[in-house]
Every structure is written in structure tokens, then in C-alpha cells.
């Protein structure tokens, strides 16, 4: 349900009818616009010519559909750009990638989830339906017990978030997430074994700067029959290495910079 709480009222409205729009939820109608943003269609129907007229919002492939146009993509484009690390890093996760054949991932925590900064895809089959500039849930994510674990913030983020039941692996309260992220802080690393999609599991460990605060989370991700139990050691030790030389890298960018003004102020 979108408030009035202020005179920018019009404008709040349009920014959460564009945040309706996801990959996976890529066309809208008017009676689900109306429905997500709690407001009427006629409302909704005149902010959404105001948008098309400014090219945010076009005519879907649906009779009576919208989805995002060509500016909303240019404005993507070029936050996607300011996200982005550096070669450097880039080559770190390469190197990754190349050694295990498995996904490698860069994330910072983005209020009570997890933004996802870069990726690098596996070479052999089991891809996920997400991209750079996604936001993920942090409570079933290992890059995201690894940030909750090691944030300043921790309590109340834990107070805020929400515990979706992705599969019957995902953790759903709080007690039982505080004590694994008691043995993330123990372990170093953060395990998500299937919480988010079955079949998957995932490792992460922090990429931390020079005064051990924590800019971001590496992980890597790949099927449940090729990530075993056996194999956590080694690729927790190989993420590690590759977090530590990654830091000084990521430390300054714009974005991470942001992020820690904004836990500072928060």
C-alpha cells in the first residue's frame, strides 16, 4: 500500500508502479498494477501514460500489458555501470571460474537483502535466473549469512526481515538463523544448502578492508552433486584467497563507499 506522505506523493506512485517490473514478472496489466501498488486503475492508468509519454513504460506483448521501456533500461544500464567492480576483481572471479567451473558471485548488502554486484557464469549446465543488479533474500543466501553475520547492524536487520520458505531447507526464524550465523562468524565462511533453490548450494566468505569491515561477500554456487560436504575446506580456503585479493580493489569503489555511508548512518 503506497501513504501520502508527503508532496512528492505523484512521484513516489510512479517509482513503485517502475519497481513492479522484475525478470521475473517482466509484463504488467492495469488490474495488477492497481493490485501490487494498492491504488485505483484510473490512478494508476494516468501515471502510467505519464511514464510511457517519458518512455519509461511501453505497450507489452499482451493486449492491455506494459512493461519497462527503452529509458528505464538506459537508467539501468548506467547504474549497472556505477555497480560494477573493477578488471581486477573481475579477474579474480575469472580465475575462480575457471578453476572449479562453478558460478561465481560479488555482493553487498542492500538494506535487509542482498544486491548482487557481479557474476560469473558456469561453464556446465544449472544457471540461475538472475542477474547483476538483482536483489536476494539474505536470510537463504550464503553471501547473505556471511554479511548479516558480520554486519554492525545485525540485530536490527535480523528485527526487520522476512523468513519466505523457499524450499523445505530454508531457515524460518530467527532464533535459528542467529545461531548459524554464530557459526559463520566461528567458521569464516557461510554455507546455503538448498535454502533458496533445491539442488543448489552455495559457499561465501567476506571481502573485508584494511579495518576488517566487511564491502562485500564472494561466493560460489553450483549443484548439490558437485558441491558436497567434502568439498567446503577447500573451496571456503580458495574463496578466502581470492577475497583477500580482491579488497583493495573493491574497497574504494563509488557504490561500496555508499554503502558504508550508509551503515555509518543507519
Known amino acids: 500500500m503506497i501513504r501520502n506522505s508527503s508532496g512528492v506523493q505523484a512521484v513516489e506512485r510512479a517509482l513503485a508502479i517502475l519497481r513492479l517490473f522484475t525478470?521475473?514478472?517482466?509484463?504488467?496489466?492495469?488490474?495488477e498494477v492497481s493490485r501490487r501498488v494498492g491504488l485505483p486503475k484510473s490512478?494508476?492508468?494516468?501515471?502510467?501514460?505519464?511514464?510511457?509519454?517519458?518512455?519509461?513504460?511501453?505497450?507489452?506483448d499482451g493486449y492491455g500489458r506494459y512493461r519497462l521501456g527503452l529509458a528505464a533500461a538506459q537508467l539501468g544500464d548506467a547504474a549497472t555501470a556505477l555497480l560494477r567492480p573493477s578488471e581486477a576483481v573481475r579477474a579474480q572471479m575469472r580465475e575462480l571460474n575457471a578453476k572449479f567451473e562453478e558460478t561465481i558471485g560479488l555482493t553487498?548488502?542492500?538494506?535487509?537483502?542482498?544486491?548482487?554486484?557481479?557474476?560469473?557464469?558456469?561453464?556446465?549446465?544449472?544457471?540461475?535466473?538472475?542477474g547483476i543488479g538483482a536483489l536476494l533474500p539474505a536470510h537463504s543466501t550464503a553471501s547473505g549469512k556471511v554479511l548479516l553475520a558480520l554486519s554492525e547492524h545485525r540485530d536490527e536487520l535480523l528485527r526487520t526481515l522476512r523468513f519466505e520458505p523457499f524450499t523445505p531447507h530454508t531457515i524460518t526464524d530467527r532464533a535459528r538463523l542467529r545461531a548459524e550465523l554464530a557459526r559463520v562468524r566461528r567458521d569464516g565462511y557461510a554455507v546455503d544448502r538448498q535454502e533458496s533453490y533445491l539442488g543448489l548450494v552455495c559457499l561465501?566468505?567476506?571481502?573485508?578492508?584494511?579495518?576488517?569491515?566487511?564491502?562485500?561477500?564472494?561466493?560460489?554456487?553450483?549443484?548439490?552433486?558437485?558441491?558436497?560436504?567434502?568439498?567446503?575446506?577447500?573451496?571456503?580456503?580458495?574463496?578466502?584467497?581470492?577475497?583477500?585479493?580482491?579488497?583493495?580493489?573493491?574497497?574504494?569503489?563509488?557504490?561500496?563507499v555508499a554503502a558504508r555511508r550508509r551503515q555509518k548512518v543507519g
Open 204 to 256: 561465501a566468505v567476506p571481502v573485508q578492508d584494511q579495518a576488517n569491515g566487511v564491502v562485500a561477500a564472494l561466493g560460489i554456487s553450483g549443484p548439490a552433486a558437485r558441491i558436497g560436504r567434502k568439498r567446503f575446506p577447500q573451496l571456503a580456503a580458495a574463496l578466502a584467497r581470492s577475497a583477500g585479493r580482491i579488497a583493495p580493489h573493491l574497497a574504494g569503489t563509488p557504490a561500496t
Open 23 to 31: 525478470p521475473q514478472r517482466p509484463e504488467l496489466d492495469l488490474a
Open 108 to 130: 553487498r548488502l542492500h538494506g535487509g537483502k542482498v544486491l548482487v554486484l557481479e557474476r560469473v557464469e558456469s561453464p556446465l549446465p544449472f544457471r540461475m535466473d538472475y
Open 43 to 60: 490512478t494508476c492508468h494516468r501515471l502510467i501514460r505519464t511514464l510511457a509519454h517519458a518512455g519509461f513504460i511501453v505497450e507489452g
